[in-house]
């Protein structure tokens, strides 16, 4: 089984509580003990399982030499084997090629991604791609094609940083060979089942052209042309190589699955739609060449089959594993060996060995055993509207243990912004909850997955009608009266940064404290130093966001930065002096001018990070702090330990 992955920019249940509901007490449960910071930031015992083409060996990533490195053993044993030996920095993508792995690895998150391979004794270690500043990625790891045992497909923006050209590359001696030259500056490329590169696209920075080709041998011709507003995103070719499967929303305001036509440039077949969320892809078995199912997300991960043999399999693991979510992945090439996640949002996950021929499963590993489900909150979906009428969904988190009445609450909105919260295990979620805050995550506009028309209505709205969402949440929470007023403060990272900025700084009278990571604060500076990949999307930004010469003013005036003189909540800044995304120098600026006003701010700078705390002891650091921060400032009463 082959899931798809969701596209970058592009689950409601009975379980939504009513407005009714959240006023009621929790059910009369027992405090949890105190958990310790470590054990919820901390690196994975085991996690990331993965099966070999061949389905004789099992990998994993787990840590060695303090950081998380990829092991390797027999399905038949019980003990692996380290085979990367980074004593830098965390490796978290890595893949089977054959016999070999294959992983990516960064310089202290500078996000110039290089690719190494090596041997499954841990040996004959190669640096593919040792370029420096050049950021690699794997396009088609041709596993599926034959003749292609020792190579992958990959771009790499070395010609010039603004745009990715493809390469074949040999796993074993790093022989190179360009593909396509790419004299016309094609941003992203597509290949069939065949390894051969079909598609292309380029944009103007608010249009996308796709260009097809029916051969190698062929020139690229346009097929169609789309505004960044639609969205047409190629998943797969059919199995006979003639059409594309695609995730849409021409002609529609949620993204359905739909077969296109390559020679008659049209849609033909709608696979699935779904009424009130966007359809994210599909998954489909390579062996079997059959399509699997589509997938999307409600308030949870939602699957539709399309495949009866799929469908079965799944039915069995859920009738397995009663009270969990679950996946199945990881398959080996006769698709007869699996990996099966479970978890939920009171466990992180749970792995398993499926072995689809005698129908039995093996555990694996738990990848936090050392936290317990008893001790972790719930997560609940909620709805709530905002003043102009839109509904705003959400997740709510309380304390374990608790009344739902007059509550500290931390207010988390997500990163992106063109991105969504989804249920599940979240460690900073459960790491607040088990300190006895509320915990609040909406779903602003602007938000990914509820259609074209929500998504657009965040559109010139940072700091704006998408800072108003999370306000208008925050005082449903205190009309429910599970917020105390005067013990509300807001935390997010990248987007959830600047949206933490926004709103001590436009709303200086609701939050009692801040917490702002890896946050955007001057939306000009932001402009100027976003990395040379995203160069060719610059008009995009523009129109999502602002000009920065036609729209200055509404700029200047949804910039933190520059109203730093509103700020009164004490403030803690963490960032990565590598970040790539965000600059250090947001981060900076705000911290300047709060300490030349003598209002309190906390300011950590990690050297070896980029966007996001990726090491081990930095995260620890970061969330000790944090926790001292809100202890202070927020008056939150922390779970008392349990009595032995």
Avoid at 520 to 526: A, D, K, L
Wanted: charged share 30%.
């Amino acid at each position: 089984m082959k899931f798809m992955k969701k596209q970058t920019l592009w689950l409601l249940s009975v379980l939504l509580i009513t407005a009714s509901a959240c006023t009621s007490k929790t059910e009369k449960e027992e405090k949890p003990p105190l958990v310790a910071v470590e054990d919820f930031f901390k690196n994975s015992d085991k996690t990331g399982w993965q099966i070999s083409p061949d389905g004789e060996y099992i990998s994993y990533r787990s840590s060695h030499k303090g950081h998380m490195n990829v092991f390797v053993r027999k399905i038949s044993d019980t003990v692996g084997s380290p085979v990367t030996f980074d004593s830098v920095r965390n490796i978290s993508q890595y893949q089977w090629k054959g016999s070999r792995i294959l992983y990516l690895q960064d310089v202290g998150g500078d996000e110039n991604f290089q690719l190494f391979s090596v041997s499954i004794d841990g040996k004959d270690q190669k640096a593919l791609t040792p370029f420096p500043k050049v950021r690699t990625q794997i396009l088609n790891d041709l596993r599926y094609v034959p003749g292609k045992e020792k190579e992958v497909m990959i771009q790499m923006n070395k010609r010039d940083p603004r745009f990715f050209d493809p390469y074949s590359i040999n796993i074993e001696t790093g022989e190179m060979k360009e593909l396509y030259k790419n004299d016309k500056n094609f941003d992203s490329w597509y290949t069939d089942h065949n390894g051969v590169i079909r598609l292309a696209s380029k944009t103007d920075g608010v249009n996308i052209t796709l260009f097809h080709r029916a051969t190698e041998a062929d020139p690229f011709d346009s097929l169609l042309t789309t505004s960044y507003k639609e969205a047409f995103a190629p998943n797969f070719f059919t199995f006979d190589n003639k059409n594309i499967y695609v995730t849409s929303n021409i002609g529609r305001d949620k993204t359905a699955v739909v077969e296109y036509d390559l020679a008659a440039k049209k849609e033909v077949r709608e696979i699935y739609k779904n009424d009130e969320y966007d359809v994210d892809g599909l998954s489909y078995s390579p062996k079997r060449k059959v399509l699997e199912a589509a997938f999307y997300t409600s308030w949870k991960g939602e699957q539709h089959f399309i495949d009866k043999e799929a469908e079965a399999d799944y039915n069995k693991m859920k009738e397995k594993f009663k009270g969990y979510e679950i996946n199945i992945y990881g398959n080996n090439n006769d698709e007869d060996k699996f990996i099966v996640w479970t978890g939920n949002d009171k466990m992180p996950a749970k792995f398993y060995f499926y072995d689809k021929k005698t129908g039995e499963t093996k555990y694996l590993a738990t990848s936090r055993p050392w936290l317990k489900e008893e001790d972790m909150a719930t997560m609940k979906p909620i709805e709530y509207k905002s003043r102009d009428g839109l509904t705003i969904h959400g997740y709510l988190t309380l304390p374990k243990g608790v009344d739902a009445k007059d509550l500290p609450v931390i207010v988390n909105p997500h990163g992106g912004p063109w991105a969504r919260d989804q249920w599940g295990f979240n460690n900073e979620v459960q790491f607040l909850a088990n300190r006895g805050y509320a915990v609040l995550q909406m779903n602003f506009r602007g938000s990914t997955g509820y259609g074209k028309d929500f998504w657009l209505k965040g559109s010139r709205e940072w700091g704006r009608k998408m800072q108003d969402d999370i306000t208008d949440g925050v005082n449903w929470l205190i009309k429910e009266g599970i917020a105390d007023k005067k013990r509300v403060a807001i935390y997010g990272g990248s987007y959830g940064g600047y949206a933490t900025l926004a709103g001590v700084t436009f709303t200086p009278d609701v939050y009692a404290c801040a917490v702002d990571y890896v946050g955007v604060s001057n939306m000009f500076t932001f402009m100027n130093t976003i990395p040379p990949y995203w160069e060719p999307f610059k008009k995009q930004m523009y129109e999502l966001v602002g000009d920065p010469v036609k729209d200055s003013a509404m700029l200047a005036e949804v910039s933190p930065a520059l109203h730093v003189g509103n700020i009164k909540a004490p403030l803690f800044i963490a960032q990565g002096a590598n970040d790539p995304r965000v600059n250090k120098a947001e981060s900076d600026q705000v911290v300047d001018a709060l300490k030349k006003r003598g209002v309190e701010v906390e300011y950590m700078v990690k050297n070896d990070e980029g966007h996001g705390f990726a090491n081990e002891n930095n995260r620890i650091d970061f969330y000790k702090a944090m926790e001292k921060f809100f202890d202070k400032h927020l008056s939150g009463k922390p779970a008392e330990p349990k009595k032995q």
